[in-house]
């Protein structure tokens, strides 16, 4: 059976009532919950949740919780869920295509963006990219020195207590930066001056934060808002950031960004296109906020190339009949998402009136339900020996099951329904890193563009390697249980996953 004929779905039932029970436990005892099955504080409380996600350990939680349970299904009965209205409550009021539980109002919007975020257009920005990416490469090593580059802390969230606050964090400039020049023709200069580097730390720590308060719903957001302002204060930072930009980009006139392709785009149907809230919600998600989750992919693919070292030659990368049409390339990103997917938890979906039956059991409308990508990505019924990085095992014999990079939405969401007994397909079907059906990621081509286009360029120049002391970025029994395993690249749930590491040296090879 494939993962398609089962709902992905982990059933978590609110219940008020025993909130004040729990926390109150909580309060008095600081580690793993005990006494009490895993279950059963799982079925009465949020607390269960929070507590792991203060950890960061809800994907993991989650995998092995699936170990035990088996409750899927497909196309369910199901929307967005409240807590996402509550999130875009932070950021203003106005939600974006990716916080709004509305369907009649996701719909318009999502229409509306996939004809700006078009592959056409992508493409046309190609230069706007290269330029970025140009920088990035040329800043990895210094001048023409043959030996290793000091070394570069990829991505660097401060996770672990023992990171460095003085290191850049390269793949995070270099993506803001890009979708800054996408976006409004205007970059953010994080490679070039260090005046707003702060956002790539305070903004998704911000979002860990609403991630966190947002699934104790039963208490109020503005009460919240006032408790955890510490936690959220990267918000008004962003708020700031995007607000002067967006003055900068009403002052200037059109050119080709996202921007004005947002500006022009219509629905089909109704002619309808954004007012100025929604266009300034939108463009928003698509700059900072979404760049957080290509560094993630971006980085993890450096972390697994430099941890499997028969991947680290140029030689072996570059050439070869696997990498004529760059497939080995489009499966090592593959490969790095399903081992560590930037959204590494669950996205929230409410079931609608007439409820929905998963595994025989009957869950009411209001329910939240919803899909642990960490857990289903690593399920040994789906992909074998799930820890290993083997980019191998997305390359197919079979044409149909070739390596979906965003090209047409359409067959995204059509892919989603066939069926197939083969090993590649079996895996494919439980890959959900972009999401799934109707709220699936759209920006999916994009961060396939410039992910493949950053590891690309930088294999082609440079050999790489681990810095020979750090293990930043790999498992480790000191991080505690469960992450032990030193080839993982270390993720923290905090909506998107957080990270460290890998701490890497270049060195320029002899084209
Ligand atoms: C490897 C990189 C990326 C991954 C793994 C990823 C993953 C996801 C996932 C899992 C969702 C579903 C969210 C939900 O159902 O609530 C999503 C939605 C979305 N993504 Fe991405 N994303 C990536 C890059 C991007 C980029 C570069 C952009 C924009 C330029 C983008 C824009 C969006 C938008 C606007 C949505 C909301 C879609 C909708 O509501 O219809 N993503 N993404």
Redesign the pocket.
Known sequence: MTAQQRTRIYLRIHAASHEALTAAKLAMWNGPIPSISDELYISLTDWYSVCHLVNGDRHIDFYYLHEKYDIYSMNANVK?SQV?ASTAHFFGGTP???TTPDIKE?TF??KV?VRA?NPVNIKSMKEQILKNVRYFRENLVDGNRDDWSPPHDMSHQLMLPDTRHDMDKPVGYLISDV?GNITFSKSFELQKKPDNRDILTSLPQAVAGIHLVTCLRSSHSDSIKILFRNLIAGISRFTGLSASTFQWRFAQENCNN?FFALLQARDDKTGQGFSTDQLVS?AG??TIA??D??V??TTAIFFYLSHYPSFSSVEDIRIGAQLASCQYLLACIEES?RLS???DST?MREVLPGGLTVDGEWYPPGTDIAVP?YALHHDERYVAKPFVFKPQRWISKDSSVAIDVGLSLEATEERQNWDSSSLESIATSAF????VG???????Y???Q??SLVVAQTIWLFDMRTEPESTLGEGSEKLGARRERPKEFQTWDRFVSMHDGPMLQFKRRKI
């Open positions: 967005r996402y974006s295509s990716n996701h919007r999502r963006n975020l979708m996202f939108e998600l698509l979404r760049s989750i290509t993630t992919a998402l997917p930037p959204v996205l990508h959900t890193a972009f999401g109707r709220t699936s990621c759209f920006g999916k994009l961060a396939y410039e992910s």
